[in-house]
């Protein structure tokens, strides 16, 4: 799931606490509280939203990062429908020993089962 909290990491290194759920400007000027800087006992000192640091701008990035997610959906099925690396280096092993195409036909079947956009 893509959040206000990652566009915001997206856009620089900022620290923050969020308190609820942030999905509005509003929530954006309510519910996020800006970290000014922690001491050696871990003690927070909050201090003002980044100057640098909108809606807007957090907004755009939030869109852009929800819209690649979509767009990637292929790559995250084919990471759980790929064999094991283990298996796919035994199945190159045999298909060498052997001469067949096993390893081969079995990352095709992934690709063609899971097409790109």
Not at 15 to 32: A, L, M, P, S, W
Not at 77 to 98: C, G
Request: one cysteine or more.
């Amino acid at each position: 799931m893509i959040t206000i909290e990652k566009a915001i990491n997206a856009l620089g290194n900022y620290q923050f606490v969020i308190r609820g759920h942030c999905n509005t400007e509003e929530d954006f000027n309510t519910k996020i509280e800006w970290i000014e800087s922690v001491d050696e006992q871990g003690n927070q000192t909050m201090g003002n939203k980044p100057s640098d640091l909108t809606w807007d701008k957090v907004n755009t990035k939030w869109q852009e990062l929800k819209t690649e997610y979509t767009n990637n959906k292929y790559q995250r099925d084919r990471a759980v429908a790929y064999p094991s690396i283990q298996d796919q280096l035994d199945m190159q092993y045999w298909d060498k020993v052997n001469s067949t195409t096993t390893w081969q036909t079995a990352i095709a079947k992934v690709k063609s089962d899971n097409p790109k956009g």
